[in-house]
Structures are given as C-alpha cells and as structure tokens.
C-alpha cells in the first residue's frame, strides 16, 4: 500500500470525521503518476510514527483528501535513534549510504569533512547536496514503510560533528586500527537510549582524528577481518544492530 507523509497540520476534523489533506508532489504522484481513484487506500504518516489507514474520497486540483478509517504507531520503526556521522566520500557513494542506512532504520545523517576526505563543498554545495539527500531519504522511507522521514543535516566540520555524535549515551568509532573490541562488545557491554556511530570516507581517519574521536569517549570498534568499502559499512553496522536489538 502506498505510503505519504503530512504535517500534523495537514490532519484536520470534519462532520465528525478525521481528513487529511495531500498536496503538492505527493497529490501529483496519487492522482496522476499511481492514476489512483476515489475508494482506493493509501497509508499516511505523521513525521512521528503515528500511521494513519485511510481511503481516498476527493480529488481537486492542487490537493487530494484521504478520510483516516484507523490509526496505529508504526511498528516499523528501530529501538534505539540512531544517527549515522559519515565522512563525506567520494561521488554519489552518499546518496547510496543515505536510502541504504534508511532502510535499516537510521533516525538521522550528519555527514562531515574530515582530513582525507577528497570532497570539498563550499556552503552553497553544502545546501544543495543536503537538499539532494534529503529528497533520498524520504523516497526511501516512503519505500521501507518507515513511521519518519530521517533528517539529514548539512555537512559539518569534523569537531563539531564529533561534539554533536558524544550526546548520544553510546558512540561507536568504527576505526579500521582497531584490533580487539567488536561492535557486539559495544552493545552488550553499556546501556543505551540512542546511538551514534561515527564512520569514515574512503582514506579513514588520520591517527590525529582517531585520536581525537576515543579521548571524546567514543567506543573503538573493529568491522571484522575483512575491510569493507565506506558505502558498505553504515549498512553492516546497522544490520548489525538491528539483530542485536531487535530480532
């Protein structure tokens, strides 16, 4: 069943009725690209893993309106909120890391520079790459059935994203130096509300950097015997605790 998002605004009463008014791209997709008609059902939410079951009752020329027959929290969403800090990488490898880690149920992307990051973006690119990824990771939750639509941030400096990931009560520095600590040692070993996990671009983290991030408190991880490409291993690691936390 097709999928949408609205603001809590968009859900209004009506004759004793619950409506919820669709407009803009997603009144376009409904009425013109998916040709759906009145009577037909679609799935909405509200940004805040409310799901509301609805039927399509009116057409008109800028929105479509749905009447909400039940609601439910979406059960689709992870234990923990999760925020994944990603060197910027080369090409269009971040578009890949976004809709792949928004599948398995990241909560938000901050994507950063650090020293051997190839990409450099001015504030302008900056704005248009996070527009950009931002459109990705709501088609990708449209398509996962996910109860939210990640947030994507705008790049940030290395230290500011390093001072941002350490509010979170577990930080897991995925450091291809390290040789002993596991990622499974890291989620069984502290109790947690929510996570950030810290991962590089194609060259990794200078020593400095590496340094840096486990003086902050991060926990040092290693990925495991194999080396795995920077648009491989936000989705291992959050495979990884999906099945630690939720299977």
Known sequence: ???????????????????????????????RALRMAVGEKIEVCDFNSTVYDCELIEFNDKDVVARVISQSLASSEPKHKITL?????????????????????????????????????????????????????????????????????????????VEDAMKASLVIFCNERETE???????????YSDISIIIGSEGGFSQKEAEYITSQGAISVTLG??????????????????YETEM
């Open 225 to 242: 015997k194999r080396i795995l490409r920077c648009e491989t291993a936000p989705t291992f690691v959050l495979s990884a605790i999906a």
């Open 181 to 191: 600590k596991t990622l499974k040692d890291a989620l069984c070993n502290k109790k």
């Open 85 to 161: 800090y990603q060197s910027l990488p080369k090409g269009d490898k971040m578009e890949t890391i976004i809709q792949k880690s928004t599948e398995c149920g990241a909560c938000r992307f901050v994507p950063f520079r650090s020293e051997f990051c190839i990409v450099k973006l001015d504030s302008k690119d900056g704005r248009k790459k996070q527009e950009r990824w931002q459109k990705i990771a709501e088609s990708a939750a449209k398509q996962s059935g996910r109860g939210i639509i990640p947030n994507v941030c705008e790049p940030m400096d290395f230290k500011a994203a």
């Open 1 to 31: 069943m097709p999928r949408f998002f609205v603001s809590r605004e968009s859900i209004v009463e009506c004759n004793g009725e619950t409506h919820i008014i669709i407009n803009g791209e997603d009144a376009h997709h409904i009425s």
